[in-house]
C-alpha cells in the first residue's frame, strides 16, 4: 500500500514536470502578444518604450529557459507569479475560486451518485424491462448532447419557463442544483450502463449462486456480493473521466456565470494571463493524478486478490 | 465460553441424528416425483425438454449417487431443488417434495429460508463457492445471520467450532480470504458451511472434480464421517463412478435427462441391467497384475441424445425398433428398476 503511494507521488512529479514544459512552450508558441493585452493596446497608445520596459519587468528579453527556471523556482515556494490582469498572486487568486469549482463539482458527483447508482441497479435486475429503456435513453442522451446545450435546455424549462429554480448566482442550495445536474447528467448516464454491466457481470458469477443456495437474502447479495464486484470498472472509468468533469465545469461555469476556476481560466485564455493559465493546468493535473492515487487505492480495498497480485507475497 | 457450547452442539446434533437415523426406513427426506425440466420456449409447444419424468428419493441418513456424463442434467436436477434454476429453464412437470413440502410450489421468500439451512449445497467449483474479496469467516457469519438470530460473538463461536470440525486450522481461516487457500480448505469450509446449520439434504455436486486424488478421498470420507454423526441424507452427484460405487447406498444412473437404472448400489454394481450401466462399468480401469492393453469404450460421443424414445439408443450395441418408444421404469429385484425394452435378449450375454 505505502509502496503504490511512494511509486505514485514519483510519478506525480514526473507528471507536472511534463505538463509544465508543455504548458510553457505552449503558451510561448500560441498567437498573441500578452504585453499588448496589459497594456490594452486595442485602445490606448502603446509607444515601443513602454513596451519594452514592460517586456524586461516581466522577463520576456531572458532566454526562454531562464524564464522556465525562475518559473518554476517560484512553484516550489507555491509562488505561480502574479496574474497580469488583477496584479494578485496567482495561488491566491485560484484558492479564492477553487471553493467554487469544488462545490459545483460536488454537486454534480452527488447528481452522478443519486442517478447511476438506482438506476444501475434496476437496469441490472430487470434487463430488458422499462428500467432499463430508460437507462438506454439517458445513456444515449447523455452521451451525444454537449453539456452546454443540456444546461441551456434546464435554463430554459426549469428557470425562465417554470420558473422554479434559479439559472445564476451561487452559494445557496437552489442555485446549486441546475448547475450540478447539467453538468452530472451525462456522467451519470454513462456510469448507470457501466454499473448495469458490471452488475450483470458479477450476477453471472458463481459465488453469487453459492451465496443464493446458501440462503443469503437477495438485497445482501447485491449490496456487499454483486456490487462490490461490479464497481471495479465504474472506479476506474471515474479516474480517467476526472478531467473531463473538470473541463466540462469550464463550461457550465461560464453557462451559469459561477466565478468558479473555469471561468477564471477562460478569462486568462482570452487576455493571454500565462501564469494564470500555467496554474490553472497545473492544479488540473495535480487534482487528477490525486485522483488517479485513490481509485487505485480503492482497488486494493474493493479487491484483496489485487494487492496480493501486485506486491507478490502469498 | 467455546466448551460448553461445543458441547451444546454435540449434544444437539447427537439427539438429531438419532431422530433422523431411526426414520431411515420411514419417511423419505427428498422425494422427485416426475420432474421434467425445460427450456422455455416461445410457447409451450417449443419447450425444449432437458430433464425428463425423474423419479427418486432420498431417506435420511442415506447416500444417495447420482452418476451420469456431463450434460446428462445431474446438475439441473440439484439446481432444481434449490429452486436456482437460470431464468431461462423452468420445472415443467411433477413435484419435489422435501419433508412433506411441495418446493415448486414455494415462493422465492420461503425458499431462501430452505436454501443452505434445510438444503445445504456443496459446489464442484470450490473457488467460486464464496465471495472473493470477502473474508471466510464474515461469510459463514453472513450465512448463520441470514438464517437465525444470534449475536455476532456467538455466530463466531459457531463458526470457529464448525471450521475445527472439517479439520482446518480455524482461526486462520476465519480471517482469510479464499483465495489464500487451497482447494482441500475451501471444499472443507464449504463442507462446514453446509453442516453448520445440521441441514436434511446435503447435495454435493461433484464435489471433488476439481481436486487431486488424495485431497477428494479425505473429503469424501470427511463428509461420510460428518454425515452419520449428523445423520442427514446427501444426494453425491458425481461422474466418477469410482466414488459413487464405494461411498453411496444407492445410486442413479442418468443418460440424455433420463435415469435409466436406479437401485442399491451393491446391485448395480454386481448385476447391472441397462447397456449403458454395464458399458460404463466395464469401461473402468481394473488394477491388476497385468496392464490392460485397451480400455472398454463406449461408442459415440458424450451428449448425443436421441431425440425421441430411449435417450441413448443412439450409442447402444443393443438399439431395436422398440427403442424409439420411451421406456418404462421395470422393477428388476429389491428396488433396483430400469428403463430398457431389451432386457430379456441381454440376460442372454
Request: charge should be positive; hydrophobic fraction near 45%.
Given at each position: 500500500?505505502?509502496?503504490?503511494?511512494?511509486?505514485?507521488?514519483?510519478?506525480?512529479?514526473?507528471?507536472?514536470?511534463?505538463?509544465?514544459?508543455?504548458?510553457?512552450?505552449?503558451?510561448?508558441?500560441?498567437?498573441?502578444?500578452?504585453?499588448?493585452?496589459?497594456?490594452?493596446?486595442?485602445?490606448?497608445?502603446?509607444?515601443?518604450?513602454?513596451?519594452?520596459?514592460?517586456?524586461?519587468?516581466?522577463?520576456?528579453?531572458?532566454?526562454?529557459?531562464?524564464?522556465?527556471?525562475?518559473?518554476?523556482?517560484?512553484?516550489?515556494?507555491?509562488?505561480?507569479?502574479?496574474?497580469?490582469?488583477?496584479?494578485?498572486?496567482?495561488?491566491?487568486?485560484?484558492?479564492?475560486?477553487?471553493?467554487?469549482?469544488?462545490?459545483?463539482?460536488?454537486?454534480?458527483?452527488?447528481?452522478?451518485?443519486?442517478?447511476?447508482?438506482?438506476?444501475?441497479?434496476?437496469?441490472?435486475?430487470?434487463?430488458?424491462?422499462?428500467?432499463?429503456?430508460?437507462?438506454?435513453?439517458?445513456?444515449?442522451?447523455?452521451?451525444?448532447?454537449?453539456?452546454?446545450?443540456?444546461?441551456?435546455?434546464?435554463?430554459?424549462?426549469?428557470?425562465?419557463?417554470?420558473?422554479?429554480?434559479?439559472?445564476?448566482?451561487?452559494?445557496?442550495?437552489?442555485?446549486?442544483?441546475?448547475?450540478?445536474?447539467?453538468?452530472?447528467?451525462?456522467?451519470?448516464?454513462?456510469?448507470?450502463?457501466?454499473?448495469?454491466?458490471?452488475?450483470?457481470?458479477?450476477?453471472?458469477?458463481?459465488?453469487?449462486?453459492?451465496?443464493?443456495?446458501?440462503?443469503?437474502?437477495?438485497?445482501?447479495?447485491?449490496?456487499?456480493?454483486?456490487?462490490?464486484?461490479?464497481?471495479?470498472?465504474?472506479?476506474?472509468?471515474?479516474?480517467?473521466?476526472?478531467?473531463?468533469?473538470?473541463?466540462?465545469?469550464?463550461?457550465?461555469?461560464?453557462?451559469?456565470?459561477?466565478?468558479?476556476?473555469?471561468?477564471?481560466?477562460?478569462?486568462?485564455?482570452?487576455?493571454?494571463?500565462?501564469?494564470?493559465?500555467?496554474?490553472?493546468?497545473?492544479?488540473?493535473?495535480?487534482?487528477?493524478?490525486?485522483?488517479?492515487?485513490?481509485?487505485?487505492?480503492?482497488?486494493?480495498?474493493?479487491?484483496?486478490?489485487?494487492?496480493?497480485?501486485?506486491?507478490?507475497?502469498? | 465460553?467455546?466448551?460448553?457450547?461445543?458441547?451444546?452442539?454435540?449434544?444437539?446434533?447427537?439427539?438429531?441424528?438419532?431422530?433422523?437415523?431411526?426414520?431411515?426406513?420411514?419417511?423419505?427426506?427428498?422425494?422427485?416425483?416426475?420432474?421434467?425440466?425445460?427450456?422455455?420456449?416461445?410457447?409451450?409447444?417449443?419447450?425444449?425438454?432437458?430433464?425428463?419424468?425423474?423419479?427418486?428419493?432420498?431417506?435420511?441418513?442415506?447416500?444417495?449417487?447420482?452418476?451420469?456424463?456431463?450434460?446428462?442434467?445431474?446438475?439441473?436436477?440439484?439446481?432444481?431443488?434449490?429452486?436456482?434454476?437460470?431464468?431461462?429453464?423452468?420445472?415443467?412437470?411433477?413435484?419435489?417434495?422435501?419433508?412433506?413440502?411441495?418446493?415448486?410450489?414455494?415462493?422465492?421468500?420461503?425458499?431462501?429460508?430452505?436454501?443452505?439451512?434445510?438444503?445445504?449445497?456443496?459446489?464442484?467449483?470450490?473457488?467460486?463457492?464464496?465471495?472473493?474479496?470477502?473474508?471466510?469467516?464474515?461469510?459463514?457469519?453472513?450465512?448463520?445471520?441470514?438464517?437465525?438470530?444470534?449475536?455476532?460473538?456467538?455466530?463466531?463461536?459457531?463458526?470457529?467450532?464448525?471450521?475445527?470440525?472439517?479439520?482446518?486450522?480455524?482461526?486462520?481461516?476465519?480471517?482469510?480470504?479464499?483465495?489464500?487457500?487451497?482447494?482441500?480448505?475451501?471444499?472443507?469450509?464449504?463442507?462446514?458451511?453446509?453442516?453448520?446449520?445440521?441441514?436434511?439434504?446435503?447435495?454435493?455436486?461433484?464435489?471433488?472434480?476439481?481436486?487431486?486424488?488424495?485431497?477428494?478421498?479425505?473429503?469424501?470420507?470427511?463428509?461420510?464421517?460428518?454425515?452419520?454423526?449428523?445423520?442427514?441424507?446427501?444426494?453425491?452427484?458425481?461422474?466418477?463412478?469410482?466414488?459413487?460405487?464405494?461411498?453411496?447406498?444407492?445410486?442413479?444412473?442418468m443418460y440424455g435427462g433420463q435415469i435409466i437404472e436406479k437401485g442399491l448400489t451393491e446391485n448395480i454394481e454386481t448385476n447391472p441391467l441397462h447397456p449403458y450401466t454395464k458399458l460404463l462399468l466395464r469401461a473402468r480401469s481394473v488394477l491388476t497384475q497385468t496392464v490392460?492393453?485397451?480400455?472398454?469404450?463406449?461408442?459415440?460421443?458424450?451428449?448425443?441424445?436421441?431425440?425421441?424414445?430411449?435417450?441413448?439408443?443412439?450409442?447402444?450395441?443393443?438399439?431395436?425398433?422398440?427403442?424409439?418408444?420411451?421406456?418404462?421404469?421395470?422393477?428388476?429385484?429389491?428396488?433396483?428398476?430400469?428403463?430398457?425394452?431389451?432386457?430379456?435378449?441381454?440376460?442372454?450375454?
Amino acid at each position: 500500500m505505502l509502496g503504490l503511494v511512494r511509486k505514485r507521488l514519483v510519478q506525480l512529479v514526473i507528471v507536472l514536470f511534463l505538463l509544465s514544459i508543455f504548458t510553457f512552450s505552449l503558451m510561448k508558441l500560441a498567437p498573441g502578444d500578452p504585453v499588448m493585452a496589459i497594456l490594452n493596446a486595442d485602445e490606448m497608445m502603446v509607444t515601443e518604450a513602454d513596451q519594452v520596459k514592460l517586456r524586461s519587468e516581466l522577463g520576456f528579453n531572458q532566454p526562454l529557459y531562464i524564464q522556465y527556471g525562475q518559473w518554476m523556482l517560484g512553484l516550489i515556494k507555491l509562488d505561480l507569479g502574479t496574474s497580469y490582469m488583477s496584479g494578485k498572486p496567482v495561488w491566491n487568486e485560484m484558492m479564492e475560486r477553487l471553493p467554487i469549482t469544488v462545490q459545483l463539482t460536488v454537486g454534480a458527483l452527488l447528481v452522478m451518485v443519486s442517478i447511476s447508482v438506482p438506476l444501475g441497479i434496476l437496469s441490472a435486475r430487470y434487463p430488458g424491462k422499462w428500467p432499463d429503456q430508460i437507462s438506454r435513453i439517458c445513456a444515449l442522451i447523455g452521451a451525444s448532447v454537449p453539456s452546454f446545450w443540456f444546461g441551456l435546455m434546464l435554463i430554459y424549462f426549469f428557470a425562465f419557463k417554470l420558473q422554479i429554480l434559479p439559472s445564476t448566482g451561487m452559494g445557496t442550495f437552489s442555485q446549486t442544483i441546475l448547475p450540478s445536474f447539467a453538468l452530472g447528467f451525462s456522467l451519470a448516464a454513462v456510469y448507470a450502463r457501466l454499473l448495469r454491466a458490471g452488475l450483470l457481470g458479477s450476477f453471472s458469477e458463481d459465488y453469487i449462486q453459492a451465496a443464493r443456495a446458501r440462503g443469503v437474502k437477495e438485497w445482501r447479495i447485491l449490496w456487499f456480493h454483486a456490487f462490490r464486484a461490479a464497481l471495479l470498472p465504474v472506479i476506474t472509468v471515474f479516474g480517467l473521466s476526472m478531467g473531463s468533469l473538470l473541463g466540462g465545469a469550464v463550461v457550465i461555469e461560464i453557462l451559469f456565470s459561477w466565478p468558479g476556476l473555469g471561468s477564471m481560466a477562460v478569462d486568462a485564455i482570452f487576455s493571454r494571463d500565462y501564469p494564470v493559465i500555467q496554474g490553472y493546468v497545473l492544479l488540473t493535473g495535480v487534482f487528477v493524478v490525486v485522483m488517479n492515487l485513490f481509485v487505485d487505492l480503492s482497488y486494493y480495498l474493493l479487491d484483496p486478490r489485487i494487492k496480493q497480485g501486485k506486491e507478490g507475497t502469498a | 465460553m467455546p466448551a460448553v457450547m461445543d458441547l451444546k452442539i454435540q449434544n444437539l446434533t447427537n439427539k438429531d441424528s438419532q431422530q433422523k437415523v431411526s426414520g431411515l426406513q420411514s419417511i423419505p427426506v427428498l422425494e422427485i416425483k416426475d420432474l421434467s425440466i425445460s427450456l422455455r420456449g416461445a410457447n409451450r409447444q417449443e419447450d425444449h425438454t432437458l430433464v425428463k419424468k425423474l423419479n427418486f428419493t432420498i431417506r435420511p441418513g442415506e447416500m444417495l449417487g447420482l452418476a451420469g456424463e456431463s450434460g446428462s442434467g445431474k446438475s439441473l436436477t440439484a439446481s432444481a431443488i434449490l429452486g436456482l434454476l437460470p431464468k431461462s429453464l423452468h420445472v415443467s412437470e411433477g413435484q419435489i417434495e422435501f419433508r412433506g413440502k411441495n418446493l415448486t410450489r414455494l415462493s422465492e421468500k420461503e425458499m431462501r429460508c430452505i436454501r443452505g439451512k434445510e438444503i445445504a449445497y456443496l459446489f464442484q467449483n470450490y473457488q467460486g463457492s464464496f465471495t472473493p474479496f470477502i473474508k471466510i469467516g464474515k461469510q459463514l457469519i453472513e450465512s448463520l445471520r441470514s438464517h437465525e438470530k444470534i449475536r455476532k460473538a456467538d455466530a463466531r463461536k459457531k463458526v470457529l467450532f464448525w471450521l475445527e470440525r472439517v479439520q482446518v486450522p480455524a482461526e486462520r481461516i476465519f480471517s482469510s480470504y479464499p483465495h489464500q487457500l487451497s482447494g482441500g480448505q475451501l471444499q472443507r469450509v464449504s463442507l462446514a458451511a453446509a453442516l453448520m446449520f445440521n441441514p436434511s439434504l446435503i447435495i454435493a455436486d461433484e464435489p471433488t472434480t476439481a481436486l487431486d486424488v488424495l485431497t477428494s478421498k479425505k473429503i469424501l470420507d470427511l463428509l461420510a464421517d460428518l454425515q452419520k454423526e449428523v445423520g442427514c441424507a446427501i444426494l453425491l452427484i458425481s461422474h466418477d463412478l469410482k466414488h459413487l460405487l464405494k461411498r453411496a447406498n444407492s445410486m442413479a444412473v442418468m443418460y440424455g435427462g433420463q435415469i435409466i437404472e436406479k437401485g442399491l448400489t451393491e446391485n448395480i454394481e454386481t448385476n447391472p441391467l441397462h447397456p449403458y450401466t454395464k458399458l460404463l462399468l466395464r469401461a473402468r480401469s481394473v488394477l491388476t497384475q497385468t496392464v490392460p492393453g485397451k480400455l472398454a469404450v463406449i461408442p459415440g460421443e458424450p451428449g448425443l441424445v436421441a431425440k425421441q424414445g430411449c435417450s441413448f439408443t443412439l450409442r447402444c450395441t443393443k438399439s431395436s425398433e422398440k427403442c424409439s418408444m420411451v421406456p418404462e421404469m421395470q422393477l428388476a429385484e429389491d428396488s433396483h428398476c430400469t428403463a430398457c425394452h431389451n432386457l430379456e435378449t441381454e440376460e442372454g450375454n
